[in-house]
């Protein structure tokens, strides 16, 4: 799907999410199963309803983030702010967490969230994931919730990601990605049902992918599986402390 269709279909949720409706884009059965949406956190608390309609992810990456006190983090395709929101009650009043939204409305939805919920250390950026409007070395965590499979361009993606983050920073996102010899007509109808429009990574590609922009300490743990080879996974790397450039 391209990107401008993308922005089309996730400007359509958020607009949905604010008039009181359950943005869905994976099919109504996924959804009941438990498998996106709200139903991957433990407690909301205090998160405002319309960021909760809104949450689309396949996982909660907040909890597996390790976010620290005082910390920057990043969230790739932050949608209606809910991980933002999650991961400011982590780094506290001292850190700061950014969302980085293609959709105009996300964002808009994201901020009124923020504003709503009393949250002040965080900012919501509009534009690409493959092109993050960020300086190098300018946050310790880099999260993303079902976001990095919308993406055409998924090595620039995880490029950009290893680019902001300073060394030593930590890459934890949940996403969609294939195990196995799948048929591809199969493999299709799965993605498409699970919403996954772009087309999901192998496990070994995105093992490669990462390898490649320099992160070391890589991990894909599988959670639910959506049948035909397609499952959401927990993908965790660390950008070295030192490497060429970097002392």
């Not at 869905?24 to 407690?43: R, V, W």
Request: aromatic share 4%.
């Amino acid at each position: 799907m391209a990107h401008d269709k993308v922005v089309e279909r996730y400007s359509g949720l958020a607009r949905a999410a604010l008039e009181g409706q359950i943005a869905l884009d994976c099919s109504a059965e996924e959804f009941d199963q438990g498998c996106f949406g709200a139903a991957g956190y433990d407690d909301t608390t205090g998160i405002p309803e319309s960021a909760v309609r809104a949450s689309l992810g396949c996982g909660n990456p907040v909890a597996v983030a390790e976010l620290r006190a005082g910390e920057t983090v990043l969230d790739l395709g932050s949608g209606g702010g809910i991980d933002v929101l999650l991961s400011a009650r982590r780094v506290g009043p001292y850190g700061r967490v950014y969302g980085l939204d293609a959709s105009p409305d996300m964002v808009r939805l994201a901020r009124a969230n923020a504003e709503q919920a009393g949250v002040a250390n965080v900012e919501f950026l509009h534009g690409a994931i493959e092109a993050v409007p960020l300086p190098d070395h300018a946050v310790d965590a880099v999260i993303s919730n079902c976001v990095i499979n919308l993406s055409d361009d998924k090595a620039a993606v995880i490029a950009e990601a290893f680019r902001v983050l300073r060394p030593g920073g930590r890459f934890g996102v949940s996403d969609v990605v294939t195990v196995g010899p799948v048929d591809p007509v199969r493999r299709e109808t799965a993605e498409q049902r699970v919403g996954c429009v772009a087309g999901s990574l192998t496990v070994a590609e995105y093992h490669d992918l990462l390898r490649r922009a320099g992160f070391v300490g890589l991990t894909i743990r599988l959670t639910a599986d959506h049948g035909d080879g397609v499952h959401s996974a927990i993908v965790q790397a660390t950008k070295p402390v030192t490497g060429p450039g970097r002392v």
